[in-house]
């Protein structure tokens, strides 16, 4: 059974190269782990639970015994930047498209900030 991989170990493995992203300008990025060509999954993340419902590309990242299934946007962010994206941020698709991971359509926001970007209505009740 493999562990759960954490943030701090995904940066790890950005900062030592063994996870490299190519392609960053592309709406479907290419990751590599290891040298290895790692195809992302297109998952469906609707329901009524969702917030921010629609389709969305993951990776599942396989390393020494630990897993991971990751948001493409969230890697290719930290990746650029070499941070971990603080808990009460989320990632932000500038154009309406989730399919398009490319870093000049990614930008990071505050969970209240992106609440209000998507539903300005609810910032108003205030």
């Keep these: 059974?493999?562990?759960?991989?954490?943030?701090e170990y995904l940066l790890w493995l950005i900062l030592?190269?063994?996870?490299v992203i190519r392609k960053l300008w592309h709406p479907k990025p290419d990751l590599y782990v290891n040298g290895r060509f790692v195809k992302p999954i297109l998952n469906e993340q609707g329901g009524k639970k969702r917030i921010f419902g629609g389709k969305r590309y993951r990776w599942k990242i396989q390393h020494e015994g630990r897993c991971r299934r990751i948001m493409c946007s969230k890697l290719v962010w930290m990746?650029?930047?070499q941070c971990i994206i603080p808990d009460d941020c989320r990632i932000h698709?500038?154009?309406?498209?989730?399919?398009n991971d490319s870093i000049g359509n990614l930008?990071?926001?505050?969970?209240?900030?992106?609440?209000?970007?998507?539903?300005?209505s609810l910032a108003n009740k205030d």
């Design 1 to 7: 059974m493999s562990r759960r991989m954490s943030d």
């Design 16 to 19: 030592t190269n063994t996870i």
């Design 107 to 120: 930008d990071m926001m505050t969970y209240e900030d992106h609440q209000r970007h998507h539903y300005p």
């Design 93 to 99: 698709h500038e154009s309406k498209g989730h399919l």
């Design 79 to 81: 990746y650029v930047h």
